[in-house]
């Protein structure tokens, strides 16, 4: 049950959906980057006993947490996200796009009353 409980507190970051505060964002984009090191230097380990040089799966991970985060973040200030999943030709903007958005999403503050996407969020 301990597990069970555990892989609850990290299963937010696999949505899109609803919004959070800039405090949040900061703990997630820390919590994907934990995640991705992880992942990756567990794939790293793998792939270099099979014999084989790819981090395909790490870098996928990543890219879908961090979207499905910075997404959340847009919606605090009632913002759609500039991608969607199903264009993967977006992926090769990713770099110009975080360059622009993460400074704006860790400084602007959100709405304060509900907007489209919810209520504000609350740091718990």
């Known amino acids: 049950m301990r597990i069970y409980n555990y892989i609850l507190k990290f299963s937010h970051l696999l949505t899109s959906r609803g919004r959070i505060n800039r405090i949040q964002y900061l703990i997630d984009i820390i919590k994907v980057i934990l ?3 992880l992942l990756f230097f567990l794939e790293k380990t793998i792939m270099r006993k099979l014999g084989e040089n790819s981090i395909f799966f790490s870098l996928v991970i990543f890219l879908w947490l961090f979207l499905a985060t910075t997404a959340k973040r847009l919606h ?4 759609k ?8 030709w977006m992926i ?4 110009p796009i975080s360059i622009i958005i993460i400074p704006q999403a860790l400084l602007r503050k959100g709405n304060k009353n509900e907007n489209d996407y ?3 969020p609350s740091f718990e």
């Open 118 to 120: 919810g209520e504000p």
């Open 81 to 88: 996200e500039p991608w969607s999943f199903q264009k993967i």
């Open 35 to 37: 995640i991705s090191g």
């Open 92 to 95: 090769v903007l990713i770099i």
């Open 76 to 79: 605090d200030f009632n913002q």
